[in-house]
């Protein structure tokens, strides 16, 4: 069964605007990861946080990690028509750190 | 990082026949995993791909319907036998090259419709 669920299922929001999306999960991780998906193409990693970490960056990309609220968020600053894509977060979980389980996915429709 | 070529990136099959979808791998990796994604929805796990042993299913999917084979390090392919409109969905080839429940690496996915 699915690990993550995100939230909202879809967002719109306009350029240059911030954009949040937010990941809960059921069972204790290894790590959570988002990855970023174009229109029905392959999936780029974009970042990775460990269970031991409350934060991290990676360019316009900040990711938190509440392990006791089983939960997480990505937020893309400053946002670009570029970022229009459907995001996934995805845990490893603690038991079976041989499997990458993601979420439902949320998609980010950056408006001109 | 990994480059992963996956072939074909679509294609339109009949009702009762076969795909198979091919994965090349520009380095050696250790976990390979194929994916469906059907419309609009998420990743599912079909399998691991195991080298020079059965691949490792998981639940609700069998290696009847779904044969896979890794011959080696950098190649592996995915069968989706007897097909059925069912099995319209996107399969996806997926690597982690630096160890087990790390970066995951995707091909460009396999768009799969059946008629």
């Known amino acids: ?112 | 990082s990994a480059v992963i070529s996956q072939k074909p990136s679509r294609d339109i099959c009949q009702r009762g026949t076969s795909l198979t979808i091919q994965c090349q791998v520009d380095s050696q990796v250790t976990m390979m995993f194929w994916y469906r994604q059907q419309p609009g929805q998420s990743l599912t796990l079909i399998a691991t791909a195991n080298q020079g042993s059965e691949a490792t299913y998981e639940s609700g999917f069998v290696i009847d319907k779904f044969p896979i084979s890794r011959p080696n390090l950098t190649f592996s392919t995915l069968t989706v036998s007897n097909l059925s409109p069912e099995d319209s969905s996107i399969y996806l080839c997926s690597v982690s090259s630096t160890g087990v429940g790390t970066e995951a690496f995707f091909g460009q996915g396999t768009r799969l419709t059946v008629v």
Request: proline share 3%; hydrophobic share 30%.
């Open chain 1, 1 to 112: 069964s699915q690990q993550g669920e995100e939230d909202p299922q879809a967002l719109s929001i306009q350029e240059g605007e911030n954009a949040t999306m937010n990941c809960s999960y059921k069972t204790s991780i290894n790590n959570l990861q988002w990855y970023r998906q174009n229109s029905g193409r392959g999936l780029v990693h974009l970042i990775l946080i460990r269970s031991n970490e409350r934060e991290k960056h990676s360019g316009r990309l900040r990711v938190t990690l509440d392990t006791s609220k089983k939960s997480s968020s990505l937020l893309i600053t400053a946002s670009r028509a570029a970022d229009t894509a459907s995001y996934f977060c995805a845990t490893v979980p603690l038991n079976r750190d041989d499997k990458i389980i993601f979420g439902k996915g949320t998609r980010l429709h950056i408006l001109p």
